[in-house]
Nanobody, 125 residues
Framework: QVQLVESGGGLVQPGESLTLSCTSS????????VGWFRQAPGKEREGVSCSAGGDDTALYARSVAGRFTISRDNSKNAVYLQMDEMTPEDTGVYYC??????????????????WGEGTQVTVSS
């Protein structure tokens, strides 16, 4: 099993940036695919991005492509989601996820087995 912990959420204004972090205690994230989902109030969870463990491959939802960047620092056992040019539509609880496989699967909720508790992101003026 792997326990994922998200951090870095908060309140930002439209157009600003925020970076989320995902770490794991007791498990290495180095060679496994790690992704991010989000859930806005009253809406279903949406896949945002995924970073493959085998190479630099990354997936992005159309709604965030060009604005969000996923990266990892293996020395810190962490995966990051840098969010730029944020809009109110980016508001929601952001979850770090993995299926323990090397490669990213589709950004669909049931493709990922392990989920963190989530961190709240609010974009508002």
């Amino acid at each position: 099993q792997v326990q994922l912990v998200e951090s870095g959420g908060g309140l930002v204004q439209p157009g600003e940036s925020l970076t989320l972090s995902c770490t794991s205690s007791g498990s290495s994230l180095k060679n496994i695919a790690v992704g991010w989902f989000r859930q806005a109030p009253g809406k279903e969870r949406e896949g945002v991005s995924c970073s493959a463990g085998g190479d630099d491959t990354a997936l992005y939802a159309r709604s965030v492509a060009g604005r969000f960047t996923i990266s990892r620092d293996n020395s810190k056992n962490a995966v990051y989601l840098q969010m730029d040019e944020m809009t109110p539509e980016d508001t929601g609880v952001y979850y770090c996820v993995t299926n323990l496989g090397t490669w990213c699967r589709q950004l669909i909720e049931n493709e990922y087995t392990y989920w963190g508790e989530g961190t709240q992101v609010t974009v508002s003026s």
